[in-house]
């Protein structure tokens, strides 16, 4: 592939996408939140047991 057929396709790409309305933004913000606070809680309760171990 040629770079103008790269850029081609690039711009194709961005002229298809569109930004997220509000509300999946929410959504997709609560998700990824949540998915945090699930890692951090479970790391900290491997790191709790290993302290005892």
């Known amino acids: 592939m040629?770079?103008?057929g790269f850029f081609r396709q690039i711009r194709r790409i961005i002229a298809v996408a569109s930004l997220p309305r509000k509300k999946e933004f929410e959504t997709i913000v609560?998700?990824?939140v949540l998915g945090i606070?699930?890692?951090g809680i479970l790391g900290a309760i491997i790191a709790f047991l290993l302290e005892f171990v």
């Open 2 to 4: 040629d770079v103008a």
């Open 30 to 32: 609560k998700v990824t």
């Open 37 to 39: 606070l699930i890692i």
